[in-house]
């Protein structure tokens, strides 16, 4: 069982839950955790939640930027939007509090996940929600002092829907190349009207086939297949093209 | 009715074997594609789930997991083949 010890706001409706996970036994940035509720007449629902937060390793850096996010042994992080009619997203975005229990199964997944050995640029890009495994990919590289080159692409509605956006902008400030794409309405002088991510905008912001990098998509299943199909039209290598879907599934 | 990655499937497979599948490469009995489970396509909105080749469509593996047993049918693997890193 693990324990919510402390949630915070990201945005009007998602959520980072800190969850205490007693015995957990670290995990790869890009990993996620199963989440079980099991209401009084033993109804249950499982749902994937990717991982927000990074383990520290021995001998991390606990200060600096993102230091906060550096979990000790026991404590994870996990992010949640609610999805319509969610079962379970819409207790945890909306309802969990300090001090409920939750049964955590994980960690969970080793292909969607960046590993600091790999020292190859990594090209990120997210959809809505799909940002949170790349945000812990971003906070591994830090923590363990990775040079590979990483670049992040971030597609979202709306300015007020944008999550981890003190740190994103904190980090693209430290030199991390982020991009921000708004799809339904941008803020005033914004330089590219609102639309999806399209070709001209990966060629312009994210690495070109030829640096070989490994690239990470998440987000909804039509925002992955669309992103994904581009990369692959651009001439990126399909084996190096990870991708991972939230689905339609409540 | 859109389909998710393997990924999606780890919990349930992290029950049954012993090691993270995900990350294992199969080899698809029907048109011979080789690539990690992860990559394949999981539909789970059935009682059970069920990963497809993302080449051809076909069934790799099945699994249905009831109140006190689970069916798992891998007819659609030639083979898996996962690290087994020394101990």
Not at chain 1, 54 to 78: C, F, K, L, N, Q
Request: net charge negative.
């Amino acid at each position: 069982m693990a324990a919510v010890s402390e949630v915070r706001v990201e945005t009007a409706t998602a959520r980072t839950l800190v969850l205490d996970v007693p015995g957990w036994p670290g995990h790869d940035a890009g990993q996620h955790v199963d989440v079980r509720l099991t209401a009084p007449d033993g109804y249950t629902a499982v749902r994937s939640y990717s991982i927000a937060s990074v383990v520290a390793e021995h001998g991390a850096p606990t200060v600096g930027p993102g230091a906060s996010t550096i979990t000790d042994g026991d404590r994870i992080e996990i992010t949640v939007e609610p999805v319509v009619d969610g079962e379970v997203s819409s207790y945890l975005a909306g309802v969990a509090a300090a001090g409920d229990e939750l049964e955590v199964r994980g960690p969970i997944g080793g292909w969607f996940a960046w590993r600091p050995a790999q020292t190859e640029p990594v090209q990120l890009i997210g959809g809505g929600s799909g940002v949170v495994p790349l945000m812990a990919m971003v906070r591994a590289r830090t923590a363990a002092a990775s040079s590979a080159p990483f670049r992040l692409l971030y597609s979202t509605r709306r300015p007020q829907s944008v999550i981890y956006r003190s740190e994103l902008e904190r980090r693209a400030a430290d030199g991390l190349p982020f991009t921000l794409v708004y799809t339904r309405s941008a803020p005033p002088g914004w330089a590219r009207p609102p639309g999806r991510i399209d070709a001209a905008l990966l060629a312009a912001t994210t690495f070109a086939p030829d640096e070989a990098p490994t690239c990470y998509v998440c987000g909804p299943t039509p925002f992955v297949e669309a992103v994904a199909d581009q990369l692959l039209a651009a001439g990126h290598d399909p084996g190096r093209v990870r991708t991972e879907r939230f689905g339609g599934q409540s | 009715m859109k389909p998710l990655d393997g990924n999606a499937a780890a919990g349930q497979l992290r029950t049954i074997f012993a090691v993270d599948v995900t990350a294992a490469t199969g080899r698809c009995a029907g048109c011979g594609r080789t690539a990690p489970l992860g990559a394949a396509q999981s539909y789970q909105q059935a009682p059970g789930i069920v990963l497809r080749c993302p080449g051809c469509d076909a069934v790799l593996l099945r699994v249905v997991a009831g109140p006190d047993r689970t069916w798992l049918d891998g007819r659609g693997l030639a083979y898996l083949q996962f690290d087994t890193p020394a101990s």
